[in-house]
């Protein structure tokens, strides 16, 4: 089970990992926004669910499940929140091989 474990947790910092890379390489907030989302939910998945395999059955378990299923319920909502406000905001989606 520790084997099952460790390797979700590599996973999931693999995902993590290239989201920030997403973060630094992207050139828009709309583009950013839409790679770290998608790229976070799956990382956080891994490595919350590789932590409750490695923790086992108990309330630490429980605790990080009911954490990885908020995590599911509001990061849509964040990553939804932060376009809006950008596109409010008036900003605009670059076209493609438009440099800031």
Same mark, same amino acid.
């Given at each position: 089970? /520790?084997?099952?474990?460790?390797?979700?947790? =590599?996973?999931? %910092? &693999?995902?993590?990992?290239?989201?920030?890379?997403?973060?630094?390489?992207? #050139? /828009?907030? &709309? $583009?950013?926004?839409?790679?770290? !989302?998608? $790229? /976070?939910?799956?990382?956080? &998945?891994?490595? =919350?669910?590789?932590? !409750?395999? +490695?923790?086992? &059955?108990? $309330?630490? %378990?429980?605790?990080?499940?009911?954490? =990885?299923?908020? =995590?599911?319920?509001?990061?849509?909502?964040?990553?939804?929140? $932060?376009?809006?406000?950008? +596109?409010?905001?008036?900003?605009? #989606?670059?076209?493609?091989? *438009?440099? *800031?």
């Amino acid at each position: 089970m /520790d084997i099952i474990a460790v390797a979700l947790i =590599l996973v999931g %910092m &693999f995902f993590l990992l290239v989201a920030a890379i997403g973060m630094l390489r992207l #050139p /828009d907030v &709309f $583009t950013r926004s839409h790679a770290v !989302s998608l $790229t /976070d939910s799956l990382g956080a &998945f891994c490595v =919350l669910m590789g932590l !409750s395999l +490695y923790h086992g &059955f108990g $309330t630490n %378990m429980l605790r990080i499940l009911v954490v =990885l299923f908020l =995590l599911f319920l509001l990061n849509p909502v964040i990553a939804h929140a $932060t376009i809006r406000a950008a +596109y409010r905001a008036g900003l605009k #989606p670059q076209a493609n091989g *438009e440099k *800031e």
